[in-house]
């Protein structure tokens, strides 16, 4: 086997999709099926609001429920994500929250053991072992 070449890296990491920056909120394919499945069932005037709280076994832990499309807030950074073969939906995320989770890569296992919609934080400094909550 040859050795990796600038056009052929090694192993690639999960594809994601980001905000209109190019950072933002980063969602892998598989996340952004499962996003798109799930806001199809709530309905087309959900959103998905993503963000952080107080509490968890690290000090803050990350928070996703869906909202209707009203609540959005004028201070709200607003990201669409188009999965291939699946509709589009939008996530939206609170300026405070934003500076704790900026760059975050969101993904989904359907693993039995581990599975789920996983985070992945660059400005955090600690994480607990549930990878629900973390410290900056």
């Known amino acids: 086997m040859a050795a990796p070449t600038a056009s052929q890296p090694a192993s690639a990491p999960p ?13 892998t394919e598989p996340a952004m099926k499962q996003l798109a499945a799930l806001t199809s069932q709530q309905g087309d005037s959900k959103v998905l609001r993503v963000g952080v709280r107080s509490g968890g076994c690290s000090g803050m832990s990350y928070t996703m429920d869906f909202i ?14 188009e999965p291939n073969g699946s509709a589009a939906f939008q996530v939206v995320c609170d300026p405070k929250s934003l500076l704790y989770i900026y760059g975050m890569q969101l993904d989904f296992s359907s693993a039995l053991i581990g599975g789920g919609f996983n985070f992945t934080n660059p400005n955090a400094t600690q994480t607990c072992g549930c990878g629900s909550s973390f410290a900056v």
């Open 15 to 27: 594809q994601a999709s980001a905000g209109k920056d190019g950072r933002g909120i980063l969602i």
């Open 68 to 81: 209707d499309a009203d609540q959005i807030r004028s201070d709200d950074e607003q990201y669409t994500y």
